[in-house]
Every structure is written in C-alpha cells, then in structure tokens.
C-alpha cells in the first residue's frame, strides 16, 4: 500500500508540476474543486429544503381524520400526470394531457416508440387516473419532427435509469452514512475494516453520482455520459455546415485533436492526444442532410464509443448550433469525474472548441493552440 501511494503521488506530482503546462493544470484543478464545492452547497441546500418538505408531508398523513383520500379533480390530476411524465420522457413538453372529470387522461402529440411504454407506466401510477386515452403520435426516430429534436434514438436506455434516482434528502443522509462508514473503517486496519472502509465508499459513490454502482464503474447498464451544447455563430448555416463536414480540418481548432482523415465514403480516423499517449478510431457519418444535420457513430470496436448530431438552424443572420452527444468514457461515470476534475472530459474540451470554431467562422482567424499546431511546434524544436 505504501508503495502504491507513492507511485499515484509521484505521477499526480508529474502532472501538476510540468514545467510546460503544469500552472494551467494547477489552475483547472483549483477551478474544478470550487465549482464541486459550489455544486455541494447548493446540493445540500436542496436536500434540507427536500427534507423539510418531506417531513411535513409525513405530519400531515399522521394527523387524525387524514387517514382517508380526497377524491381528485380533473385539474389536479392533469398537474400530477404532467409533473411525473416530466420525470420519463425526454421532450415532455411536446405532449399535451387533458384529464376528463371521470379520471380519463387524453394523451396526445409526438413521442419516440422507446418512450411509449414508460410513459403509460408513468400516467397509469398516477393517483385519480382511471382510464388512458391514447392519441400519441409515435416516431421510431425524432425525424424532422421539431418537438422531438434534442431526443437521440437511444435516450430510452438513458430514461431507464431514472426511475433508480434517489430524492436529493435520502441522497444526502446516504452520503453522510457511507462517508462516516468508511472512516471508520479506515481507522481499523483489521480486514473487517477494509470491507467497511469500501462498503462505505460504495454507499457516498453511489448517493453523489445518483445510479447505480454497475453504471457509475462502466461494468454494467448504460455506460454513456449525456453532453448536450448550443450556441450562436454570426455565420450563415451554409458556411457553418460546409465547415463541419470536411473534419480533416478539425485539428485546426480542437485542442487535443491530431488528425481526422478520411478512409473511405462518410468514414473517418481520428487520432486525439490523451493523458497517457494518442488515443486512435474510426467514425462514420451516419445521417447527412444538407445544411440541417450531421450525425455520426463511431464504429465497432473503437477504444472511445460515441455517438451523436450536430444541428444546423437559421436564426437571423446566423446559425443556431446543436451539439447533442453520448460516450462512454474508460471506467464509466469515475472516468469521466477525475477527467473532469482535470479540465480533460469531454464536454469542457467540446466547449474550448467550439469557442474556437465560432471565433474562426466569424472572424476568419484560427485559434493557435491545436493539438496539430502544438505537435509541429514541438517537432521544429526538437530539430
């Protein structure tokens, strides 16, 4: 064990204290823990408030002659049903619920097949619904269907793991519980100690990452990590389009991107710096329509699974643009926290970059420090 902290010192020592880039390492590490921090209060003051309420709730069922259910109004049930559908489909705002005075809920508007059944589910547990009526417009994929942009065809493997959610006060006394567990196994060397120590650990893991241990470690379940980004190019969307489908530019503007050359028809190979070497796969694009949407997968068998869209709308005298992707990083959700905590996950480096593209598209100057600019300039000097 000694020898094993001293090893993961001295490499975390290597990493912030690079005489070429270790001050900005450091300043992203300082960075990272003040936005946990940030994140960890407002956490905390939701799960009180959650408490509190919950609380109150369990007083009022306890009071004498509460005992007994009021019967509903169609009002209220309409507002239950809308608040729990809100929770398992993806673009809830798109449905429309109407409950009649009979306790039917009419449901109707556009919603992807993989949703259909959570979402009868969902209507069905709601208290005062008596019957469905069902008027939904199904779609295999979001299409051209506006309402349903943003929705990937596998967001169903995503809303499944929301029903194990935990309420923000159980997360917390979860979290308190497990962080006390493994301290004091941590103060018994004892191998009883050792269990109790990992028991506990397991326990603030699985209250702060909120799902489940096989998902947060990538050993089962979904793996993927959600980045959705959008922002606004003062460009029109037949330059920023063009742009986007000749990526062996990429290396150009995308920090840590080496090189992008294609192999055969909407097939790419990518080689992107990472913290131990080049990582290297191949994509495809697997949907293309002319100055609207891009969409890509990486292909089987690639050391980084991805998959996603970029979309392209007019908005005045520019474009509207919509990065929505998954990807499955190497140790599933613990992987892509300690990349996050360093400044190298993939939606703070998506956001460097596409600050970049959009200072090039506007103003016609590329950014200097491309993975591909930085390897020439380390090349020259070691000529």
């Known amino acids: 064990m000694s020898a094993i902290r001293g090893f993961g010192l001295g490499m975390l020592a290597m990493y912030l204290l690079d005489p070429d880039v270790g001050r900005r390492r450091r300043a992203l590490v300082v960075d990272q823990f003040a936005s946990t921090r940030n994140r960890l209060t407002h ?9 509190v309420n919950r609380s109150y709730g369990v007083a009022a069922r306890l009071r004498p002659g509460t005992g007994r259910l009021q019967p509903m109004t ?3 049930v309409e507002e239950r049903v809308r608040a729990r559908i809100g929770r398992v489909v993806r673009n809830s705002h798109a449905l429309r619920v109407q409950a009649r005075d009979d306790g ?7 919603v992807l097949a993989s949703e259909v059944n959570r979402l009868m589910s969902a209507v069905w547990s709601v208290r005062g619904v008596t019957g469905i009526e069902d008027q939904l417009q199904v779609h295999e994929q979001p299409g051209n269907v506006s309402a349903l942009q943003g929705a990937l065809a596998h967001e169903g493997r995503r809303g499944a793991g929301m029903a194990e959610s935990w309420p923000p006060s159980i997360r917390l006394l979860a979290g308190v519980a497990g962080g006390a567990l493994a301290l004091a196994g941590l103060s018994r060397n004892r191998p009883l100690g050792m269990l109790q120590a990992l028991l506990g650990g397991a326990l603030v893991t699985r209250a702060l990452a909120n799902r489940k241990l096989g998902e947060v470690t990538g050993m089962a379940g979904p793996r993927s990590v959600h980045i959705d980004k ?3 190019i003062a460009a029109p969307p037949e330059r920023v389009f063009d742009f986007w489908q000749h990526q062996e530019n990429f290396p150009q503007f995308m920090r840590n991107v080496e090189e992008v050359r294609p192999t055969g028809e909407d097939c790419w190979h990518w080689k992107v710096a990472g913290p131990f070497g080049p990582v290297e796969w191949d994509a495809r694009i697997t949907e293309r329509e002319l100055n609207r949407r891009l969409a890509w997968h990486t292909v089987e068998g690639a050391p980084v699974e991805s998959e996603g869209r970029v ?3 007019p908005a005045g005298e520019g474009t509207r643009l919509r990065v929505s992707m998954d990807y499955a990083p190497a140790a599933g959700a613990i992987g892509h926290a300690a990349a996050r905590l360093l400044g190298r996950d993939a939606k703070t480096e998506m956001d460097e970059d596409l600050m970049r593209v959009k200072s090039f598209l506007e103003t016609g100057v590329a950014a200097r ?3 591909a600019r930085r390897a020439a300039e380390d090349a020259q000097r070691l000529h």
């Open 43 to 51: 956490f905390a003051d939701t799960a009180y408030r959650d408490a």
């Open 74 to 76: 169609a009002h209220q």
């Open 104 to 110: 039917t809920v009419v449901l109707s508007g556009p």
């Open 230 to 232: 959008e922002m606004f």
């Open 311 to 313: 979309d392209f709308e």
């Open 369 to 371: 420090d491309s993975a």
